[in-house]
């Protein structure tokens, strides 16, 4: 089974959980253990990027390292064409959608497709769209970022991802947001679209992983608290809650 058939196999059965691991953040081997930890409390996959400071170097040395430790899939969330790995499992092949520069919505795509075909890397092509705050990607990104109350627009963005024949949408309020996507427009969205919701940012805790879920998420995506080292019962909580496991 490839992960697209993983992704699409599981999210019939309920909401999933991944985790996001910054190779920029730690160390490959703190990364691999940390992976190791969150596969004993139930994520179902491992996404390793970031958005600055990613390298082909720490990249390929994270993803191998937790490999090692964990049988899950491993997908890269790329921040360019400057950093791709042929260790991956798979890579999203986004699109940020609401970002100003074209660079981001096509350019990096178009030097990055030549190479990933080289690579033999399996690609789930996605719609990246950023919501206020936004933080640090949306600055990167240069997005023109969605008003939390703008439910319309950000459906509008999710359903046009859809007919470009995205398979993937990705609503993201941006690491270490002080809250996550509202539920209303994670709702909204997810009745405009019949392909995968991911919702990230802001989720550090269960009951707003429970919210998420709730509201319409396919799949949380969680990455500060576990980078933070909040590697306790409260993320494995955090983990139960996105998947709706009592």
């Known amino acids: 089974m490839n992960v697209k058939e993983y992704i699409i196999e599981k999210v019939k059965k309920g909401t999933m959980h991944m985790t996001l691991l910054d190779p920029a953040k730690q160390s490959p081997e703190r990364a691999a253990e940390m992976a190791a930890i969150v596969a004993g409390m139930g994520t179902d996959a491992i996404m390793v990027g970031g958005s600055t400071d990613v390298t082909s170097e720490n990249l ?13 899939p491993v997908i890269y969330f790329p921040s360019g064409a400057h950093a791709l790995s042929k ?11 609401n970002s100003l520069n074209v660079n981001h919505v096509i350019g990096e795509q178009v030097k990055g497709a030549p ?5 033999g890397v399996p690609t789930l092509s996605m719609g990246y769209i950023i919501i206020e705050p936004g933080m640090k990607v949306g600055e990167v990104g240069m997005a023109k970022l969605i008003p ?14 859809e007919y470009l024949g995205m398979e993937l949408v990705y609503l993201e309020a941006g690491s270490g947001a002080p809250e996550p996507v509202p539920s209303e427009m994670i709702t909204a969205v997810k009745k405009s ?14 009951k707003t992983a429970e919210r998420v879920r709730l509201a319409g998420a396919d799949i949380v995506v969680t990455g500060t608290v576990v980078e933070n ?14 998947k709706g496991i009592a």
């Open 193 to 206: 679209i019949s392909v995968p919701l991911l919702i990230g940012g802001g989720i550090r805790d269960a």
């Open 229 to 242: 080292g909040e590697l306790g019962e409260d993320l494995k909580k955090l983990i139960h809650a996105a």
């Open 60 to 72: 390929d040395a994270t993803i191998l390292a937790i490999k090692k430790k964990v049988s899950l």
């Open 87 to 97: 260790h991956a499992d798979a890579m999203y092949f986004m699109s940020m959608l």
């Open 115 to 119: 190479i990933i075909k080289k690579l």
């Open 148 to 161: 939390r109350n703008d439910l319309k627009t950000a459906a509008a963005f999710a359903l046009a991802a």
